[in-house]
């Protein structure tokens, strides 16, 4: 999901290895959120939502429970590489991340279709302020998978 890349490009600033590409630069003009009304408890929607909150809340064993134990992360683009897989790896990811950087997310736009949730997000994440897209992919309750836009690409770290 969008929350990890921009949220590892805001561990990485401590060490001054990111790459922004040609992102938006700190005097841009914020994207407006959208507010939805409440999806369906249980929906594909309202899980996204719930991951959210969790995100932003910084609880990261809370956030993690919206995740399949199973969970994979991938690019998009060629290949469509994994870049990580498990609960447990997303924990000792995000951890770090939210007790140091204290990330948030706003919901820019989202299509819901069946199972799908594609989500365009703005995260704030210590001094790093990114928008991008996030697929996510829910399976019995629990996001199953999540790909992220080449957009968000440019935050990973090199």
């Given at each position: 999901?969008?929350?990890?890349?921009a949220a590892?490009?805001?561990?990485?600033?401590?060490?001054g290895s990111?790459?922004t590409?040609?992102?938006?630069?700190?005097?841009?003009?914020p994207a407006?959120a959208?507010?939805?009304?409440p999806?369906?408890?249980?929906?594909?929607?309202a899980?996204v939502?719930?991951?959210?909150?969790?995100?932003?809340s910084?609880d990261?064993?809370?956030?993690a429970a919206?995740?399949?134990?199973d969970?994979?992360?991938?690019?998009?683009?060629?290949?469509?590489?994994?870049?990580?897989?498990?609960?447990d790896?997303?924990?000792?990811?995000y951890?770090?991340?939210?007790?140091?950087?204290?990330p948030?997310?706003?919901?820019?736009?989202?299509i819901?279709?069946g199972?799908f949730?594609i989500d365009k997000?703005?995260?704030?994440?210590?001094?790093?302020n990114?928008?991008?897209?996030?697929?996510?992919?829910i399976?019995?309750g629990?996001?199953?998978?999540?790909?992220?836009?080449?957009?968000v690409?440019?935050l990973r770290?090199?």
């Amino acid at each position: 999901m969008f929350l990890y890349l921009a949220a590892l490009a805001a561990l990485s600033m401590s060490t001054g290895s990111m790459s922004t590409g040609s992102a938006p630069g700190p005097n841009a003009p914020p994207a407006p959120a959208i507010t939805l009304p409440p999806a369906p408890p249980g929906s594909p929607a309202a899980i996204v939502d719930g991951q959210i909150a969790a995100y932003n809340s910084g609880d990261v064993e809370t956030f993690a429970a919206f995740y399949a134990d199973d969970v994979e992360f991938f690019d998009l683009g060629p290949g469509n590489p994994m870049t990580m897989r498990g609960k447990d790896a997303l924990i000792k990811r995000y951890r770090p991340i939210m007790e140091k950087h204290h990330p948030r997310a706003t919901l820019i736009n989202r299509i819901v279709d069946g199972r799908f949730v594609i989500d365009k997000e703005k995260i704030i994440a210590g001094a790093n302020n990114n928008s991008g897209a996030a697929i996510y992919e829910i399976v019995d309750g629990k996001i199953a998978r999540v790909w992220f836009t080449p957009a968000v690409l440019r935050l990973r770290p090199k």
